[in-house]
């Protein structure tokens, strides 16, 4: 049977940061219960009822998922775009791997900032768990190590299953091209250094897709950014995900659902539930 032609949507209200008119600075990064509009103690049971009820009165050609997108913490990439400015960092520093201060190609590391800002993240799972939330069965993440780092770092001491472990996805990683910190390690090199991760079907040695000559588009960026949204609706029957990525493939999957592009901070946490109607 080929996969069905898929469009998405949002469904909006559930979360503070569905409002388009809410400034994501005011919002913060990090929000109270992760945004989430229902402050009661079963928050997220109704949460889980909710997305449950609409799955079951949907028709056939419809579905509902919880996304929980969560960008990597502060990279010494970022630190390096804030030295120099977007404009000098896009033309120039980006292309190399550091200025004799920083290194932050290929593929940086957090900072100790990340760190920290990854560990505020896992606090707010914690603060969560005896109100309903719980560690999505299907965790996704970008192979790059700032987005590694951060997905061990957020979901440390919460209570997982090795029987659902996180799976590295090629398509999670950020907008390619050009810029050395965006070009990953290999797979040798991730699986050796997260043996509890696992990779997708397919998973090459190397990095085939980074060329040193040409940037990915935004455009392109969200067709890539849909294809997460096919796998994920055509493949996975769990109703709550996590992923955890970038800002660029953020905004591409926000692009892929028919919103507008947000400014989540580094270490910032954007849920969505996200409506797919089968065209086929």
Known sequence: MSPRIRSYSTVPEFFVQDNPDVDPIVIGAVPPRFGLTDDSKDRWYNLRRKI?????????RTSYKVLILGRHGEGFHNVGEAKYGTKAWDDYWS???????????????????GEEQARTVNQEW????????SVPASRYCSPLTRATRTCLLTFDGLPTSAEHPVVIVENCREEYGEHTCDKRNSRSWISAHLPDFVFEEGFTEEDEIWTANERET????????????DMIFDSDDNDFISITAHGGIINGLLVAVGRKRYALATGGVLPLVVKSTSLQ
């Open 52 to 60: 449950r009820r609409m799955n079951e009165d949907a028709d056939n």
């Open 95 to 113: 292309k190399l791997n550091g200025d004799g201060e920083i290194i932050w190609g290929p593929d940086p590391k957090l900072t100790t900032l």
């Open 218 to 229: 935004h455009e392109h960026a969200a067709s890539r950014a849909k294809t997460i949204l």
């Open 126 to 133: 914690k603060n969560e768990l005896s109100f309903g939330l």
